[in-house]
Structure formats: C-alpha cells, structure tokens
C-alpha cells in the first residue's frame, strides 16, 4: 500500500507519556482539594475542555484559563525531565524521513507543549509541523478535524496517509475518516487490544514491529473473484520438506513467500521467493544473504515479537492476493516438521486464515482444511487408495461425510479435536470428505515420499 504521508500522535505514541498525564491530572486536581479523576473521562478531550470540565463540573474555584497554564507549566517540566521517547520510534522515523516520506504531529496536546515533547528528544526535524485539537475549535479526536487538517498540511492524498495512534477512539476516528491507520499498544498503558485491533489497519505492540516495506506490503481486503492466487508459503520447521516437493509445489504457485527459516529450504531446492519475511533468526546467514537478494521484497521484523514469522507470512499472501482481487488459496510447506506445537499452531493458523483454500503439504502427508465456509469438499483422488486418511475437527459445531472410506459417515457431528475421524482407510478413487458445518483439518497420509 502506498505511504505517501504520516500522521503522528506524539502522547503514548511517540513519547511515554500517559502515565505522566494520569499523574498530572491527579496532581492538578489535588493541588485543588479534588480527588483523583478517572483518566476514561477526560483522555479524549483537549486540555482546555478538560479545565473546564474540572471547573464546572468537579466544582474547582480556579478559572479554566488560570488550570490551564497550571497543568501547562506543570506537564512541560514533566517531559523535560520525566518522559522517555518511546523504544523503536527513532528508527522509524528515520527510515520513513529517508524515503522521503513527509510527517506531521497531530495531538490533543497544545502546541506550545507538542514542541517541548520534540525538541526534548531531538524529533522535531523530522516533521514538517505539528497540528493540535486546539488549531481546529478545540474538536477532539472523537471527531476527525485534526487528523483532516494535518494531512491538509501535508498535501498528501487521505487513502495513501497513514496514521500512527494508540488510544482507541483515535484509531476509530482515523479509520472512519478513511486513513490507513497503525494502532500501537505497549504493555503499561492499560489499553485493550480488543478496543484497537479491529478498527486498524495494521496492528503493532511498539515500533520495532513496524517498517516501510510491511506497510507497503499490506493491502486492505479487497472483494474477490476470478481464479484463486496460488500462493505457497515455506515455514522454517526443524524437519524441512525435500527439495523435490518444494521445487514441485513452487512450479504450481503464483507467489512464493519464504518465512526466515524456510530460506534454507528454499535455497536448497533452488526456488527463489517472491518475498522474504521474518526475523532471521532461524535461517542460516548464507541461506538469509541469499533469500534477500532471490526475492523482490523483504518485510524484516524484530526477534522480539508477538507473531509468529509464519503468520506475518500468512498476512502477505493475503495481501497480494488482495491487491490482485483473487481468492486466496494456501500452500504451506516445511511447517510442521519436528515441532507438535508448532504443528498444532500451524492448523489453528490456516483454519482461521479465512483462505478460499488451505493445505500444508509434506513428504509424508497433506493437510486441508474443509469447511463449510470455504473449501467444503475434498476429492482425495485415485492416487490415495489405500491411504490412511484422518479428520479432526478445527471448529465448534463441525458436522462431516465421509464417503468412500471403509468407514463412512454421513451428517456426523464431530467433537471439537475429538478422535471419532482417525484413521480410517480410502477405499474407492471416489473418496471425498465434505463438512456441512464447522471445520475439520482433513490428512491423508501417504506411505511414499512423492512430490504432489
């Protein structure tokens, strides 16, 4: 997705400060004979509206102008002094000021204030100015003036201006004012992912998640049709496929992603990604050297994340497909070698991936997941006769046939990852599982290491 501007907050976002602002209000409303206020009721209004909600509605003597300047004084010394630049955020802005990507601040801070944040920490020079609720009537971020003003200042097209925010009706106000927008969560602000991943674009617990090629790469869902992108996904498991099968599943793929181990996989097979993502640290420095110089796009990431490399590889395949408006149907490969846990994952993975199809493929079986929402059948084909062939369900209310099999089922209401589907046998080149509801993590196991 193009980044043609960004917009940023500055308080919890940029700067640690929402601690310091909980305090402050505490100790303005103390100075005054007040007890602590509730920081839910005044977070999203300015300060001069929040002066006044203290005189007028906790009953303080002191004009909204003289509370005013009190807290001013107050919160400047505090960022001065107290309040550190949040982890990551430099480095940031830095890529973004390098590619010539044009910044602006917009906060419910006044700007007096939002200059001393910066200027503390050296960040001014990365912005071409900074807009505060009180430049557009004192409207907070409830509303979208601000963030309208700033990209006006900017003079960059709304759909390509990202919004960098941490407080959730920022990122709700952001969004439906049509920014693609970043929604930032840290681990001490009180902030519930709930009330911030929805409503964003792309979601991140810091800046060391993020970077100008993820967001290039990511693409708003778009509405589907034609043809399915078929795109291939090589995992990084300890136990990799052979480089037969993944020289054999890249040739019926239109778009290959390498996840950081599977660099390894992928160099020795000869396949070169499409794009490389993920932290490198479980692929080999040669293999890694290599992978970023085969694929066209690399989408780096911190060891220290909350996602795994797979599932931000799941998350750019899902983009390409949605800048192609196709379907999306996943292949993933060396995923699930040597590791249960990280195989249990990888089915919850691309049972919730929302694919049009989703398979993993190894020498020694394939994994789809059939639901009635998506892929709802599976023909097995002739070649699987003979073959042990287990289904488990994936999600609550599944109800399954099986036919073809020495023990068939019809409408069964299967438990959810209950045993009542291993190991049967295939019996008929007809043989099909469907799902009428729910999802199952179909696997046929093959007793030759072929290449499908």
Request: aromatic share 6%; hydrophobic share 45%; net charge negative.
């Amino acid at each position: 997705m193009e980044v043609a501007g960004a917009i940023f907050d500055c308080d919890g976002t940029l700067v640690d400060s929402m601690g310091m602002w909980a305090q402050a209000w505490d100790w303005l409303a103390a100075r005054h004979g007040h007890g602590p206020v509730p920081l839910e009721l005044i977070e999203s209004l300015s300060l001069r509206d929040t002066c006044a909600y203290f005189h007028d509605e906790l009953g303080i003597p002191a004009s909204p102008d003289d509370l005013y300047e009190e807290l001013c004084a107050h919160v400047r010394d505090a960022y001065e002094h107290e309040v550190a630049l949040m982890p990551g955020a430099r480095a940031l802005l830095e890529e973004l000021d390098a590619a010539g990507v044009p910044m602006i601040v917009a906060s419910s801070t006044p700007v007096r204030e939002l200059e001393c944040a910066l200027a503390v920490h050296d960040l001014r020079r990365y912005f071409l100015g900074v807009v505060s609720t009180e430049d557009v009537g004192g409207r907070d971020k409830e509303f979208p003036d601000v963030y309208l003003e700033a990209c006006r200042r900017l003079g960059t097209p709304r759909e390509a201006t990202w919004v960098f925010e941490d407080a959730p009706f920022g990122v709700r106000t952001a969004r439906r004012a049509g920014f693609a927008v970043v929604g930032l969560m840290n681990d001490h602000d009180g902030r519930r992912e709930e009330d911030i991943r929805p409503f964003c674009d792309v979601f991140a617990h810091g800046f060391a998640e993020l970077s100008l090629p993820l967001l290039r790469d990511y693409e708003r869902p778009a509405a589907a049709h034609g043809a399915p992108l078929r795109a291939l996904v090589v995992a990084g498991s300890p136990e990799p496929s052979s480089p037969a099968l993944l020289a054999s599943l890249a040739d019926g793929a239109d778009y290959v992603i390498c996840a950081d181990g599977g660099a390894d996989a992928c160099r020795a097979a000869g396949v070169a990604p499409d794009v490389f993502c993920g932290d490198s640290d479980s692929a080999s420095s040669g293999a890694a050297a290599w992978a970023r110089a085969a694929a066209r796009t690399c989408v780096s990431f911190p060891s220290e994340k909350y996602a795994t490399d797979l599932a931000l590889a799941l998350d750019c395949a899902r983009h390409e497909a949605s800048r192609r408006a196709r379907p999306l149907a996943l292949t993933l490969t060396c995923a699930s070698g040597g590791r249960p846990d990280h195989a249990l994952a990888v089915v919850g993975l691309l049972a919730g991936s929302g694919a049009a199809g989703a398979r993993i493929v190894e020498d020694g079986y394939e994994m789809r997941v059939v639901s009635a929402a998506g892929e709802s059948r599976w023909r097995l084909g002739p070649g699987a006769v003979g073959a042990t062939f287990s289904a488990v369900a994936v999600a609550p209310g599944t109800r399954v046939d099986e036919r073809g099999m020495r023990w068939e089922l019809e409408d069964k209401p299967m438990e959810l990852l209950g045993d009542l589907g291993i190991s049967n046998v295939v019996t008929s080149p007809e043989a099909e599982v469907a799902c009428r509801a729910g999802a199952v993590a179909a696997f046929l196991l093959r007793t030759t290491k072929t290449p499908q």
